[in-house]
């Protein structure tokens, strides 16, 4: 038996130029999304202490990298990537 059950026979493979491509732009995505938001909750929120602004810019930070990580793995589950 060579360990493969079928549920990955019908898939294509996605060659090296778009996987490097996808890689890239999730990256870019997900430095974006975090680091922007997280430098404008600190910059922007003055009305609050430097401590909130601090653990609600960790939490953006985070969050945007599980719901980015969520995203990979539904468009991975579907076949897009």
């Known amino acids: 038996m060579s360990g ?6 019908h ?3 996605i ?9 890239l732009v999730v990256i870019a995505v997900g430095a974006i ?7 404008a909750v600190l910059t922007q929120a003055t ?3 430097r ?5 609600i810019a960790t939490a953006v ?3 945007v990298v599980i719901l980015l990580a969520w995203a ?10």
């Open 15 to 23: 060659g090296w130029g778009r996987a490097v491509l996808t890689g």
């Open 33 to 39: 999304a975090s680091v922007g938001g997280a430098n």
């Open 72 to 81: 990979l793995r539904r468009l991975q589950a579907r076949g897009l990537i």
């Open 47 to 49: 009305s609050l202490s």
């Open 61 to 63: 930070f985070l969050g």
């Open 4 to 9: 493969n059950n079928g549920s990955d026979a």
């Open 51 to 55: 401590d909130v602004r601090e653990y």
């Open 11 to 13: 898939r294509p493979a």
